[in-house]
T-cell receptor, first 113, second 113 residues
Framework: DAKTTQPPSMDCAEGRAANLPCNHSTISGNEYVYWYRQIHSQGPQYIIHGLKNNETNEMASLIITEDRKSSTLILPHATLRDTAVYYCIVRSPSGGGADGLTFGKGTHLIIQP | GAVVSQHPSRVICKSGTSVKIECRSLDFQATTMFWYRQFPKQSLMLMATSNEGSKATYEQGVEKDKFLINHASLTLSTLTVTSAHPEDSSFYIC?????????FGPGTRLTVT
């Protein structure tokens, strides 16, 4: 799986949009971009994933650049409960979940009141 | 989304004893489950892949005789930490594979005294 690079930490004001970047310059053509988050002392939570088109669900939006070498996760209206470590993971689907995930260090997003 | 549970959520044991952690997929069947370990201030590290009805596959550096994994049914995988030592104290997290993503349990905090 391709390696990803994320800033170690970010702050965002409550109610504002939180934009979390991820670089994945070595991504292969069949690899998806996945985002998970981990709130302190809990298991990771799936957020969203995409291949090349922008994606949106009830939690977030995922913007993938045209060359697919980077992406941005957008939390449109951040709340205090969004404070967590956010992981960007690039992986091939291989049947969906047949392989374990390789977690980098992620971005610690802190939402400020 | 799919629900994965773990039991116990927290356990304290004495050095030299064994501890069993259960991981259950509550509303779906999971052919494959995964076990991760997370030390304080570090990211999740994949320990092993648990396949229903067959032997688990361990990541490099993980002792298969120390961390026994059993995946006897499509909804249950167990991790037994044998002859636990203080350095085994960690946050153990399981996940179950779905069609497009992995669903994580809430984690088990193991403290070995």
């Amino acid at each position: 799986d391709a390696k990803t690079t994320q800033p170690p930490s970010m702050d965002c004001a409550e109610g504002r949009a939180a934009n979390l970047p991820c670089n994945h310059s070595t991504i292969s053509g069949n690899e998806y971009v996945y985002w998970y988050r981990q709130i302190h002392s809990q298991g990771p939570q799936y957020i969203i994933h995409g291949l090349k088109n922008n994606e949106t669900n009830e939690m977030a939006s995922l913007i993938i650049t045209e060359d697919r070498k980077s992406s941005t996760l957008i939390l449109p209206h951040a709340t205090l409960r969004d404070t967590a470590v956010y992981y960007c993971i690039v992986r091939s689907p291989s049947g969906g979940g047949a392989d374990g995930l390789t977690f980098g260090k992620g971005t610690h997003l802190i939402i400020q009141p | 989304g799919a629900v994965v549970s773990q039991h116990p959520s927290r356990v304290i044991c004495k050095s030299g004893t064994s501890v069993k952690i259960e991981c259950r997929s509550l509303d779906f069947q999971a052919t494959t489950m995964f076990w991760y370990r997370q030390f304080p201030k570090q990211s999740l590290m994949l320990m092993a892949t648990s396949n229903e009805g067959s032997k688990a596959t361990y990541e490099q550096g993980v002792e298969k005789d120390k961390f026994l994994i059993n995946h006897a049914s499509l909804t249950l995988s167990t991790l037994t930490v044998t002859s636990a030592h203080p350095e085994d104290s960690s946050f153990y997290i399981c996940s179950a594979s779905g069609p497009y993503e992995q669903y994580f349990g809430p984690g088990t905090r193991l403290t070995v005294t």
